[in-house]
Structures are given as C-alpha cells and as structure tokens.
C-alpha cells in the first residue's frame, strides 16, 4: 500500500509514550503510515512520559517495539533511521504545570521550522485518572484552544459508568470543540468491521432483507483465548461488561443495525449509529434476570499448559466477583427490528479467540424436500468473520451429489486471505490516520458513549449489589458459563462457533 495523499505537518505528542499501548500498537502504527507514505514531510512524535530517558535510549525502546509487535516484523535499519529522525523524549510529569510550558516551547521550535503551521495530536496514552489533569493543563499553556489546529485523542476506557463519562465529556468540552475529541474504540479500525458498512451499503441485494421479515435473530460473539494478562489491575476494578460490551461489542451492533445514512459524513453515520443505542430497549429487572449471564473463569489447561483462574492472576482480588465473561439479550425497538433477538457474549480464556457476527435468517415457509436430517437443514446464515479469520460467508443449503435428494448447508465465501494481496492495516494505523486527516467518522461522539452507558447502566448496577454469584463458573478453554447456553437455547438457537482449523486445533 503506499499513499499518494499527504496530511499537513504534524505533531503527536503522546502522553504515556513510554507505556505499554505505545510501544506495541502506536508506534508500529506510526511507522508503517511512514513505510506507507501516509506521514507528511514535516512531523514530529514526541514522547511524554517520567522515566529517565533521553532521545536514543527512548528510540531504543521504540525499536525494540517495532520488532516485536510490527505486523511486518523487525524494522528495516536504514527505514528505522529514517523514521527514528522525528521521534523526541521529553521527561515530564502531567501534573506538573511547568513541564507544559516546556511542550509548548517543543512545539514553537518545530513551527518556526517548518513550511507550515502543524495539526497537534495530543494522544492520551495514560491512565483514565490523568485524563482531565491533561486536558486542563494544556488548556493552560493554549495548546487546546484552536480548533483547526489541536486534537485530543482519548483511549478507553472512556468513564467508569454513566455519571464519570458524562463529567468527563463535560470537562473535554469545555474546553475543547465536539470536532476535536476523538474518543477510540479500536474494534472501528479494524477492517473486517468497516466493511459493515461496504458490505450492507454497497450492496443492493442485502437491504431488502435485513429487517424482522427476513432475519430471526443475530450474535455477536467476541471470545478470547488469553486470560487478563499483566492488566489485572484495570480488569478487575472494570470487568467484561464495561471492558468490551459497552464499547467494541455495542459499536458492531450499531453498525450491523443502523438505517442506511445518506451520504459517508461522520456526523450523518454517528446520528444514524446513535439512533440505533436511543432504540434498545432498557433493561427492567426481569430483563437482567433472564436475559444476562455473567461468569469467571477458574483455572484449566490451554495447550497443554497449566493456566491459572482469575482469582489467582497478579492484581486481581482473590475473592474478585468481576466478570470475565458476559453474554446478553437486546432488543432494538424500532420498526426494522422489533422482536428480533440480538444475543451477545464476550469472555476471557474461552476455547476459541474468535470475533464473530452471525445473521440468522428465517426458515423457508414451506419445505418440499421429504425427509431430511435435521443435520442436514440449516437456516440462512450469514457469518461475518471479524477475527483471526476475515471473512464472510454465506450458508445456504444445496444438493449433495448423488441420486437422492438430501440437502446440507454449504458456504459462499469471500475470504480476505486469497482475495486481496496488500496487507491489512492493523486498527490503529487506520485510526491514527483518520486523527492526522480530521475524520471522526471512526470515533465515538459524546452523545454515543453516554447513550451506551446509560444502555447498560442498570446491568452494571444489578451485578454490583448482587455480590453472592457463585463464581468461578467456568473452567479455562471452555465456551463459559452453562447458563450462557441456556439464554439462548431458550429460544431455540445455539451460539455459533467457527470451525476450528487443522492448524488451531490443539
Ligand atoms: N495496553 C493496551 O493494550 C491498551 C491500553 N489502553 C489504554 O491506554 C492507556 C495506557 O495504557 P498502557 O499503555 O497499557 O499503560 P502503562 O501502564 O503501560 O503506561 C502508562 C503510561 O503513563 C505514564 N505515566 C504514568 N504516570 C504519569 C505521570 N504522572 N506523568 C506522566 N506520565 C505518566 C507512564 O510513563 P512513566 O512511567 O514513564 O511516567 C506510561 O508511559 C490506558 O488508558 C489504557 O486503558 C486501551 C486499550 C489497550
Ligand atoms: O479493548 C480491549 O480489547 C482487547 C481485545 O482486542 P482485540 O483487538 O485483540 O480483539 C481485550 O483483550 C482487552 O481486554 C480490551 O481492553
């Protein structure tokens, strides 16, 4: 891929750039925009962070995150000194005012250097507590109030529940525009998911039947092989609900079930994804009893290996009732799909890591075909693979050769594997680009993450006071909780699963 459309000059000044998220996701985003030609000429990548480096041992770091978390591997030495001749480390503290005065003097340097006036990207790679302190202080040394110039890119999680989202959307916009906020959600980067919107809007043939008429039900279903990991410390105080559901999973959702918007603008397909949240239907009490699941996971095997259970993972309450694993009914009520379930779930250390969309379309009205297995029947489906694979395939039944007539499904599929031959851009390099260009399409507007709070609000809430959940629930390398089974059986259906592969099987 290499672009031909450049950006104007450009500061990044990365808050938290000595941190985790810098080093694994934006860094080697920003590196292979610059292998990819998408950098302007004049840019800048200025480090914040209080440990004691100094430009080259920072660039050092930088490197060694290149080369192990790079989609395309290790950096290639003369592409690195290339890039590395942009990258800065300033030591400063967030809270310390005096240390902003010194950005800004960063910043004029370069200005007074450069061919034109720089976009500054004030990326908040921190934790969430440090997000208003940022934000107030660069107010302070005017590095927030031109609203053609800066940009404020906030990480999740955005809030703890609807009261702090609400103050910190408060905070940001008095002091910054709505058109300067850029509020991530990583899962609208990622290719499989913009092409939702390809796939439902460029495409004549699947608007007339997605609606109640045609679709029955639909899953949205993100599982994952991996434990919390060295997060242990955030998961615990926020649990999958808040983790995945609120954010990644609810923004899917919307894509997959938004009206058609009338043209490609961020605010016309932000209002038309926001209408879908204002529809769901509000969880009572009767709701959260029967149509939520929660689990934990407790110690198995994966691979062979010995995995420990939550309660055992460094940073985590031994006596924790946060949940790993949720799974939940929706509703959206509105005339495209009333009374058409939505399931969702998410876990962690589940058996597959897997992040999946399937529609389930409505049975014929009337089968001529005598005697078939119900082995052999399945309804319509169209499974939409975000993850590890990139795919969609269509199921629909067909003849099995042979001189009767039995049926099975078979699949129609575009798999991005054998289709395209350019790489595909990790979410980040999507994302950061779209902060570079000034496209918000792909970011949360305020409104969206207060509605989606407020959504799942009383969830959270029901979970909370309910402290006598009998957890752990599942074993590690399961597909969680039996009662997640239940939710959906209930109404006839399974949960589905991809097929593993030869080369993922254990
Ligand atoms: N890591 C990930 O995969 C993901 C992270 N996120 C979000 O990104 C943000 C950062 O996460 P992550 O990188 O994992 O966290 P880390 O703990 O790895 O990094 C935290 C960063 O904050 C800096 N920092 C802490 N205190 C101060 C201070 N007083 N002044 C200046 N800098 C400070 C640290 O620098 P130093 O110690 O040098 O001061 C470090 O660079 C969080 O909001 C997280 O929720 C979101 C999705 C995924
Ligand atoms: O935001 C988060 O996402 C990751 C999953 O992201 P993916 O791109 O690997 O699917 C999840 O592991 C993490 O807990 C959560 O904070």
Redesign the pocket.
């Known amino acids: 891929m290499k672009a031909n459309i450049k950006s104007k000059p450009t500061i990044f000044m990365i ?8 080093e ?2 934006l860094i080697p985003a920003l590196y292979h925009l610059f292998l990819d030609s998408y950098m302007p000429k004049e840019f800048a990548i200025i480090g ?4 004691d480096y100094n430009d080259d041992s920072f660039k050092k770091l930088l490197l060694g995150g290149i080369n192990k978390f790079s989609r395309s591997g290790k950096a290639e030495k003369d592409k690195w000194e290339d890039f590395s001749k942009h990258i800065t480390y300033l030591k ?4 310390n005012e005096a240390d902003y005065k010194k950005m800004s003097s960063l910043i004029d340097g370069f200005e007074k250097e450069w061919s034109e006036t720089p976009i500054i990207i004030h990326y908040l ?4 507590n ?1 997000f208003p302190i940022i934000a107030s202080n660069l107010a302070k040394v005017k590095l927030a109030d031109d609203c053609d110039r800066t940009r404020i890119v906030i ?3 955005f809030g703890h529940d609807l009261q702090s989202a609400k103050e910190l959307n408060v905070l940001l916009k008095g002091i910054f525009a709505e058109n300067q906020i850029y509020r991530i959600d ?1 899962y609208l980067g990622k290719e499989t998911v913009q092409n939702m919107l390809a796939f439902r809007f460029a495409n004549a043939l699947f608007e007339p039947i997605w609606n109640r008429n045609y679709i029955e039900h639909v899953q949205i279903s993100v599982t994952e092989d991996i434990g919390v990991e060295d ?1 242990g410390g ?1 998961y615990d105080g926020s649990g999958a609900l808040r983790d995945m559901v609120q954010n990644h999973i609810l923004q899917v959702l919307c894509l997959v079930a938004m009206e058609p918007p009338v043209n490609f603008d961020a605010e016309e397909i932000r209002n038309r994804k926001v209408d879908v949240l204002r529809a769901m239907r509000q969880f009572g009490p009767d709701e959260i009893r029967f149509n939520t699941v929660r689990g934990q996971y407790s110690e198995g095997w994966v691979k062979g290996e010995k995995v420990e259970g939550y309660r055992d993972e460094e940073g985590v309450d031994p006596e924790s009732n946060t949940e790993t694993f949720a799974a939940l009914k929706f509703f959206i009520d509105n005339w495209r799909w009333q009374n058409v379930p939505f399931y969702v779930r998410t876990g962690k250390r589940m058996h597959q890591k897997a992040s999946i969309i399937s529609i389930q379309f409505k049975d014929v009205p009337h089968l001529i075909f005598p005697n078939q297995s119900s082995e052999s029947w399945q309804q319509n489906r169209l499974i939409i693979s975000i993850q590890p694979e990139m795919s969609i395939r269509l199921q629909v039944q067909a003849k099995r050769p042979g001189l009767d007539m039995t049926l099975n499904p078979v699949d129609m599929v575009f798999n991005y594997d054998g289709t395209y031959e350019n790489e595909t851009p990790e979410a980040y390099e999507t994302l950061l680009l779209d902060a570079m260009k000034g496209d918000q399409t792909l970011f949360m507007r305020g409104d969206q993450v207060e509605t989606a709070w407020d959504l799942i609000m009383p969830v959270l809430e029901s979970w909370e006071s309910k402290k006598s959940i009998s957890f752990p629930n599942y074993s590690a390398d399961s597909w969680g909780p039996e009662t997640a089974e239940a939710l959906i059986a209930k109404d006839g259906f399974h949960w589905f699963t991809m097929p593993i592969k030869k080369a993922d099987k254990k």
Not at 48 to 51: A, E, Q, S, V
Not at 125 to 128: D, G, L, N, R
């Open positions: 808050f938290g750039g000595t941190g985790d998220l810098a694994r996701k914040l962070g209080r440990t400063s503290d967030v809270n790679a921190v934790a969430p440090f990480e999740k999680p990583h997060r955030y």
